[in-house]
């Protein structure tokens, strides 16, 4: 009997460190990349629908800046996001906003998805940024297109400054669920995100040309 509390207590103990105090749940990591999952009611649905939120966090050597600057970079997102075969951004006078359209080419059974997104810089301190996504509806610069699925989203970027050249990251990414089992996006969603952390960091670290 004392063995069997003993055992239960520990499987306990490690269910509990699994999670963080955000009711994230550690789902894959390789090295100092950590991905994370929750699930949250999506906002705004009616009836309430259960949906999937990634969190990634990981390092990286270069500057905070230099990593919002990549994130911006139209002629370098196919190196750092492989299924994205259409990316543009559209910035604006206001600096601390801008718009994005991703056309993602998915592998099958997932149908092909885009996604149209207004960018915030909402808060920047001499040590860290902080940037917000969501889902934006424009006609004109992203007409929805047949047969690709609009994905709804909402997330962030947190960018933290460790030394002079060595920050913290972590993304978030909130979606609507897609009418396709659990057992079918789980490897798919978490084998995605590592690799586009890992391209990322890869070509921040890149030397600079002599």
């Not at 103990?13 to 991905?35: M, R, Y």
């Amino acid at each position: 009997m004392k063995m069997y509390v003993w055992v239960f207590c520990s499987f306990a103990a490690l269910a509990t460190k699994a999670q963080d105090n955000e009711g994230f749940e550690l789902v894959k990591k390789d090295g100092d990349i950590s991905i994370y999952e929750r699930w949250i009611t999506f906002p705004k649905t009616t009836p309430p629908l259960d949906a999937r939120e990634v969190k990634g966090e990981f390092f990286f050597n270069n500057t905070i800046y230099e990593g919002l600057h990549l994130i911006q970079n139209e002629a370098l997102i196919e190196r750092w996001q492989s299924h994205v075969s259409e990316f543009e951004v559209y910035k604006q006078p206001d600096t601390t906003t801008w718009f994005e359209y991703s056309y993602h080419d998915i592998p099958w059974p997932v149908s092909d998805q885009d996604h149209y997104l207004i960018y915030r810089l909402v808060r920047e301190n001499p040590g860290s940024l902080f940037i917000t996504f969501e889902s934006y509806v424009d006609a004109v610069r992203a007409p929805v297109r047949k047969g690709v699925t609009r994905m709804e989203l909402a997330g962030s970027w947190r960018l933290e400054r460790l030394s002079p050249h060595r920050t913290k990251a972590t993304y978030r990414i909130l979606s609507k669920p897609a009418n396709i089992p659990k057992f079918v996006t789980d490897p798919i969603i978490r084998g995605n995100m590592m690799t586009t952390i890992r391209e990322y960091i890869a070509l921040l670290e890149e030397p600079s040309p002599k």
